[in-house]
C-alpha cells in the first residue's frame, strides 16, 4: 500500500491530522538549520497558559461529594458539630439541674423528650453528651496519631534491627484485643478524663506506627532522597520535606476512620461504668442508666443510643469520601 491510499485510509477512520499537507510545503517553509517552524499550516503550538489546568479544590469537592451516602454523612456531622459548640444555647434546660417531683415523664410540650429518673431534661442531656463524645473522640485520634506518628518516623529512619524490634512489639500490641487493653489501663488509672484518653489513645496508636513505618521506608528508597542524604542533609529536612508531605493524605483518612471508633469507645466505657463519671452527661452512661426503664421509657435508652449510632455512621462516610479524594489512584478519574 502506497503512502497516498495508507493517509487516505486513516482520514477515512477518522484520525485527526491524518491528511497533512505535506505536498505544499516549501523550502520557504523550513527554517535555515531545516526544522519546521513552531507555528505553521495545520499546526499549533499550546503556551503553558493555554494547558488545560485541573482546580484541585473543585477535583475534591466533586470526588468527595460524589456518593449521596457521603454528603448526608457530611451534612449530618457538620450538624452534630454546630449542636455541641451551640449546646448551652440550644438546650432547652440546663442537664444537670433536678426536677425530683417530675420524673420519668414522657414526651410533651416542656419536655420533648420527657425526662429521666431525677427530672432532668432528656433532650438536654443528650445535647450536651455530643460535647462529651465528640471531645473525647477527637482527644483520642489527635493524641494516638502524635504517638504513632512519632514511633513510626523513629522506626523507619533507625537500623534494621532496631526498625524489626518496633515493629514486633506493634505487632504484639496489636494482638491484645482492644477492649481487655483498654479495661486494663482504665482499671489502672480509674475512671477520669485522663484515664479514658490514655486507654483509647493506646489502643489506636499501632495502626499509625504501621502507616507512617510503611511510608518511610518507601520514601527513603527514592533517588532524590538518597542524594540528599549522600550530601548530608538530616534528618528532619528529610522527614519535613518528603515523608511528611507524603504521609498526610493517609494518614488524614486513618484519623477519621479511627475517630468512629473512638467514639465507640467512650461510649462503651460510659456504659460499663469506667468512664466519666455521673452528673455528667454521656450517651453511653445514659443508655445504661435507661435501660431498667426500657418498658416504661424507651427513650431514656434509644435517644442516646440512637445519636451514637448517627455520629459514627456520620464519621465513617465523611472518612469514606475523604478517601476517595485524597487517594492518589483516583486523582483526575472523575474530572
Same mark, same amino acid.
Given at each position: 500500500?502506497?503512502?497516498?491510499?495508507?493517509? $487516505?485510509?486513516?482520514? /477515512?477512520?477518522?484520525?485527526?491530522?491524518?491528511?497533512?499537507?505535506?505536498?505544499?510545503?516549501?523550502?520557504?517553509?523550513?527554517?535555515?538549520?531545516?526544522?519546521?517552524?513552531?507555528?505553521?499550516?495545520?499546526? #499549533?503550538?499550546?503556551? $503553558?497558559?493555554?494547558?488545560?489546568?485541573?482546580?484541585?479544590?473543585?477535583?475534591?469537592?466533586?470526588?468527595?461529594?460524589?456518593?449521596?451516602?457521603?454528603?448526608?454523612?457530611?451534612?449530618?456531622?457538620? !450538624?452534630?458539630?454546630?449542636?455541641?459548640?451551640? /449546646?448551652?444555647?440550644?438546650?432547652?434546660?440546663?442537664?444537670?439541674?433536678?426536677?425530683?417531683?417530675?420524673?420519668?415523664?414522657?414526651?410533651?410540650?416542656?419536655?420533648?423528650?420527657?425526662?429521666?429518673?431525677?427530672?432532668?431534661?432528656?433532650?438536654?442531656?443528650?445535647?450536651?453528651?455530643?460535647?462529651?463524645?465528640?471531645?473525647?473522640?477527637?482527644?483520642?485520634?489527635?493524641?494516638?496519631?502524635?504517638?504513632?506518628?512519632?514511633?513510626?518516623?523513629?522506626?523507619?529512619?533507625?537500623?534494621? !534491627?532496631?526498625?524489626?524490634?518496633?515493629?514486633?512489639?506493634?505487632?504484639?500490641?496489636?494482638?491484645?484485643?482492644?477492649?481487655?487493653?483498654?479495661?486494663?489501663?482504665? /482499671?489502672?488509672?480509674?475512671?477520669?478524663?485522663?484515664?479514658?484518653?490514655?486507654?483509647?489513645?493506646?489502643?489506636?496508636?499501632?495502626?499509625?506506627?504501621?502507616?507512617?513505618?510503611?511510608?518511610?521506608?518507601?520514601?527513603?528508597q527514592n533517588d532524590y532522597v538518597l542524594a540528599e542524604l549522600a550530601?548530608?542533609?538530616?534528618?528532619?529536612?528529610?522527614?519535613?520535606?518528603?515523608?511528611?508531605?507524603?504521609?498526610?493524605?493517609?494518614?488524614?483518612? #486513618?484519623?477519621?476512620?479511627?475517630?468512629?471508633?473512638?467514639?465507640?469507645?467512650?461510649?462503651?466505657?460510659?456504659?460499663?461504668?469506667?468512664?466519666? !463519671?455521673?452528673?455528667?452527661?454521656?450517651?453511653?452512661?445514659?443508655?445504661?442508666?435507661? #435501660?431498667?426503664?426500657?418498658?416504661?421509657?424507651?427513650?431514656?435508652?434509644?435517644?442516646?443510643?440512637?445519636?451514637?449510632?448517627?455520629?459514627?455512621?456520620?464519621?465513617?462516610?465523611?472518612? $469514606?469520601?475523604?478517601? $476517595?479524594?485524597?487517594?492518589?489512584?483516583?486523582?483526575?478519574?472523575?474530572?
Open positions: 500500500m502506497d503512502d497516498h491510499n495508507m493517509k $487516505d485510509n486513516l482520514a /477515512a477512520e477518522g484520525f485527526a491530522g491524518a491528511e497533512p499537507a505535506v505536498e505544499n510545503l516549501t523550502a520557504e517553509d523550513f527554517d535555515a538549520d531545516g526544522f519546521m517552524p513552531e507555528e505553521g499550516e495545520g499546526f #499549533q503550538v499550546l503556551e $503553558d497558559g493555554m494547558l488545560p489546568m485541573m482546580d484541585e479544590r473543585k477535583r475534591f469537592l466533586k470526588i468527595f461529594f460524589h456518593r449521596k451516602t457521603v454528603a448526608i454523612g457530611f451534612g449530618i456531622f457538620v !450538624a452534630m458539630l454546630l449542636l455541641a459548640v451551640l /449546646a448551652p444555647v440550644v438546650a432547652p434546660y440546663d442537664p444537670y439541674v433536678q426536677d425530683l417531683g417530675n420524673v420519668l415523664t414522657g414526651p410533651a410540650a416542656n419536655h420533648l423528650l420527657g425526662t429521666d429518673a431525677l427530672g432532668r431534661d432528656l433532650l438536654s442531656r443528650v445535647i450536651f453528651g455530643s460535647r462529651v463524645a465528640i471531645l473525647v473522640g477527637m482527644v483520642c485520634v489527635v493524641v494516638s496519631a502524635l504517638i504513632g506518628v512519632t514511633i513510626g518516623l523513629v522506626a523507619g529512619f533507625s537500623s534494621q !534491627a532496631v526498625n524489626s524490634v518496633i515493629m514486633r512489639i506493634t505487632d504484639a500490641i496489636m494482638a491484645i484485643p482492644g477492649l481487655i487493653l483498654i479495661l486494663l489501663i482504665v /482499671a489502672v488509672f480509674g475512671s477520669n478524663i485522663f484515664a479514658i484518653i490514655l486507654a483509647v489513645s493506646l489502643g489506636m496508636f499501632p495502626g499509625y506506627i504501621r502507616l507512617v513505618n510503611g511510608q518511610v521506608l518507601s520514601v527513603r550530601m548530608g542533609a538530616k534528618h528532619s529536612r528529610i522527614i519535613l520535606t518528603h515523608i511528611l508531605p507524603n504521609v498526610f493524605s493517609p494518614l488524614i483518612v #486513618q484519623m477519621s476512620m479511627m475517630l468512629g471508633g473512638a467514639i465507640m469507645s467512650e461510649a462503651m466505657l460510659s456504659f460499663l461504668g469506667l468512664g466519666l !463519671a455521673p452528673p455528667i452527661a454521656a450517651w453511653g452512661r445514659m443508655c445504661f442508666d435507661g #435501660q431498667k426503664y426500657l418498658s416504661m421509657r424507651p427513650l431514656l435508652s434509644l435517644a442516646p443510643g440512637f445519636m451514637i449510632m448517627l455520629l459514627v455512621f456520620s464519621v465513617n462516610m465523611v472518612g $469514606d469520601g475523604l478517601r $476517595d479524594a485524597l487517594d492518589p489512584r483516583l486523582r483526575g478519574t472523575l474530572g
